[in-house]
């Protein structure tokens, strides 16, 4: 389907958003906040009438969903200290962690592979510092991320501190 310009809309269930035209085949749409327990919601893109811009070819089988979900919370990373090497294997416990393939642990700007353990725990080893090793103290927001952009809030427990090896006792 080629969309045009202006009045396309995007559906979330009974939630609606306004349409960016990326080009004649390409959207961009941000689904809007919603306020019930639902996590999954039909999803429709439609004009400026209301009518339907799916193809002509789709039918009940080629039905979108969205899936709302909660974001993770971090509770405690532990240890919360390691070495500028990185190699320090870090548990992250928390709330609302699901498997994905963007399911990441960020140390700062830096990423790293997960084990997903279970929706409350997972386990990331800490890639090397970019910052010097020379300097003590060099803390880090710890964070996570499930779908590749979005990151867990920082707290007061989310910190990773880089410590000189002759540091760790």
Do not use: M
């Not at 390409?26 to 004009?47: D, H, M, Q, Y």
């Not at 979900?69 to 500028?84: D, N």
């Amino acid at each position: 389907t080629a969309y045009a310009k202006d009045g396309v809309r995007c559906e979330f269930g009974d939630e609606t958003s306004i349409a960016r035209v990326l080009s004649s085949t390409l959207l961009e749409c941000t689904a809007p906040a919603i306020t019930t327990n639902v996590s999954k919601v039909l999803f429709r893109v439609v004009g400026i009438s209301g009518e339907s811009l799916a193809s002509k070819n789709d039918d009940a089988s080629n039905t979108l969903h969205f899936e709302y979900y909660s974001l993770p919370q971090i509770k405690q990373i532990t240890p919360s200290f390691g070495p500028h090497q990185g190699g320090t294997i870090v548990t992250v416990d928390g709330n609302h962690f699901t498997f994905s393939e963007d399911l990441r642990c960020n140390f700062g700007d830096l990423s790293s592979s997960v084990i997903y353990r279970s929706a409350n725990r997972l386990e990331c080893e800490a890639p090397p510092s970019s910052s010097d090793p020379l300097k003590n103290n060099n803390n880090v927001t710890f964070s996570v991320t499930t779908n590749g952009a979005d990151r867990t809030e920082p707290t007061s427990t989310s910190l990773f501190q880089y410590t000189s090896l002759h540091e760790i006792h």
